[in-house]
């Protein structure tokens, strides 16, 4: 691999702003050639370069516009192409965005069909996504991905106190179920933790007023949203990062936790569950189970000593399975056709 192309329709979406993300603090864009909402001329350019040494990567089909479009027009290439993504949303029925996992076969069967040979692979984010993109399409190469970040400056342990940090971040938001973590909380029988939760979102009220009336001030605090720049900062001072989605087609902070050395709760909804599989990097929880998210969270203040002390086994596990030196190598291999293991489950 001699270059790497992105072309997008916007650098960072509204909501993603919302959420304290800066395009500028993306790892490694600097060495890649971007190019932001290209006319469609130059989109046709970047489609006809060297065909023949080019693998074009979209993410998904129909998920954004921009890339919609792109796919489309590619279609009078003759080129090598992939999709790299999650699998659908599968929030209950009637939410927003969210229908069960048959009614997006079958609108694939009548819509995106007709598209299937002209895709060669599928980079899918975790195992679910995996599952799915077999089901679809029996033709297609399917490889198990993972995301992957890269921390911003280099890190050191969190400073020694009594009480478990405990930290949530991401969107307060239905699907994030930041609320499950508060009923867990208000069952633990000790006393010695606190816990932060980063973001903002339509859950905060609810949650505001669940800490008042359960008094979990001393224990709780809600910070509001942080520049994406400042997570790794934020996470380091803490010990057990916790991640209770109903739905995540991966969750990249787990990434980001690891990395810092934390120690991993989430549940069997999250894609990133998949690097849990060592027991010192942290556990897995059934989603919407406040009762076992209760005893995991028990469990860490009862074992604190032991989690800090496996604290770098961590960092050197996350740097050298999830890296995006690692993730990327992984990459080029498989379009190599050298079918490599999944480093991440090394």
């Given at each position: 691999m001699d270059k790497v192309i992105i072309a997008t329709g916007e650098a960072v979406s509204e909501a993603r702003k919302n959420m304290g993300w800066e395009v500028a603090q993306v790892p490694g864009l600097n060495r890649c050639e971007v190019y932001l909402n290209p006319m469609p001329q130059t989109i046709d350019f970047l489609l006809s370069n060297r065909p023949d040494s080019s693998y074009h990567l979209f993410s998904g089909i129909r998920g954004f516009q921009f890339v919609f479009d792109a796919f489309k027009k590619s279609l009078k290439y003759n080129l090598k192409r992939g999709l790299?993504?999650?699998?659908?949303?599968?929030?209950?029925?009637?939410?927003?965005?969210?229908?069960?996992?048959?009614?997006?076969?079958?609108?694939?069967?009548?819509?995106?069909?007709?598209?299937?040979?002209?895709?060669?692979?599928?980079?899918?984010?975790?195992?679910?996504?995996v599952d799915y993109f077999h089901s679809v399409c029996k033709r297609w190469k399917v490889f198990p991905f993972a995301y992957c970040t890269d921390l911003l400056e280099s890190l050191s342990s969190s400073s020694i106190r009594c009480e478990t940090g405990l930290v949530f971040v991401g969107s307060l938001s239905w699907w994030k179920a930041p609320i499950d973590i508060l009923k867990s909380v208000a069952c633990l029988s000790s006393n010695s933790y606190h816990i932060n939760f980063i973001g903002d979102g339509p859950e905060r009220h609810k949650m505001e007023h669940f800490i008042r009336r359960h008094e979990l001030t001393k224990n709780v605090s809600?910070?509001?949203?942080?520049?994406?720049?400042e997570i790794s900062s934020i996470l380091s001072q803490h010990d057990v990062l916790i991640l209770p989605s109903i739905y995540d087609g991966w969750g990249a902070v787990v990434n980001e936790a690891l990395q810092c050395g934390l120690y991993v709760i989430c549940s069997d909804s999250c894609g990133a569950k998949e690097l849990l599989t060592?027991?010192?990097?942290?556990?897995?929880?059934?989603?919407?189970?406040?009762?076992?998210?209760?005893?995991?969270?028990?469990?860490?203040?009862?074992?604190?000593?032991e989690i800090r002390a496996n604290r770098r086994f961590r960092q050197l596990w996350a740097e050298q399975c999830i890296s995006g030196k690692v993730i990327a190598h992984y990459m080029v291999d498989c379009l190599s056709g050298k079918e490599p293991c999944q480093p991440w489950k090394r």
């Open positions: 790299i993504t999650e699998r659908p949303n599968t929030f209950a029925f009637g939410r927003v965005n969210g229908k069960p996992l048959w009614a997006h076969r079958i609108r694939f069967l009548l819509q995106d069909r007709r598209f299937t040979p002209y895709v060669q692979c599928v980079f899918a984010m975790g195992e679910e996504a809600l910070l509001g949203t942080k520049q994406n720049s060592d027991k010192r990097c942290g556990k897995v929880f059934q989603s919407g189970n406040d009762k076992e998210l209760s005893q995991i969270m028990q469990y860490c203040i009862e074992h604190i000593t």
